[in-house]
């Protein structure tokens, strides 16, 4: 009956009971969840989108011009055989359109049942940005812009606009009638 001392059933269990009290504290941090995004600069302003549509970054190729498309299709281009057209978003979006320099680059765009490649004044990177920062568009946003935007983040001083960028694959503006 000594070792029946020794087993004391009620401290073992006050004891489970506080180590699991106290694991559940220490997980009640909440995971902040982030939403990867491709950064890039259009009239002087950052704009980001997810990076699970963008298939890659190149430098501006030599555009071909097609007569009698869309203004907002400025060529198409040849990458490893496939015909892409590029896009110049930036009147879609009421921003003004200043010739493209020496960091332009095309994000390559793979949609529903096609690529494309929409032409940026430079690529800043890909960066993580935190869901629960994003904001409501701000009203001295251009209403035609508005609606092609899912929110904007400022981190660090620096403000970002998140595109929703299967509305605007699908805009009327740049959907070729057949």
Not at 1 to 22: G, H, P, T
Not at 109 to 137: D, N, Q
Not at 140 to 167: H, K, T, W
């Amino acid at each position: 009956m000594a070792d029946a001392k020794s087993y004391d059933i009620r401290s073992i269990l006050e004891e489970m009971r506080q180590e699991y009290w106290q694991g559940l504290s220490a997980k009640t941090e909440v995971q902040e969840e982030f939403l990867e995004c491709i950064t890039f600069t259009l009239g002087g302003e950052t704009y980001a989108f997810a990076t699970g549509f963008a298939a890659e970054v190149i430098r501006l190729p030599k555009l071909v011009r097609v007569p009698g498309v869309q203004e907002l299709i400025v060529g198409i281009f040849n990458l490893r055989g496939e015909i892409i057209a590029a896009m110049d978003i930036r009147p879609l979006l009421g921003i003004s359109s200043p010739p493209l320099g020496a960091a332009a680059r095309v994000i390559v765009i793979k949609g529903e049942g096609f690529t494309t490649g929409i032409l940026t004044e430079a690529v800043l990177g890909v960066h993580p940005f935190p869901l629960g920062m994003f904001e409501p568009v701000v009203k001295s946003v251009a209403p035609a812009a508005r609606e092609f935007l899912r929110g904007q983040l400022n981190r660090d001083g620096e403000m970002s606009m998140l595109l929703d960028i299967e509305r605007l694959l699908a805009a009327p503006q740049l959907v070729v009638n057949h």
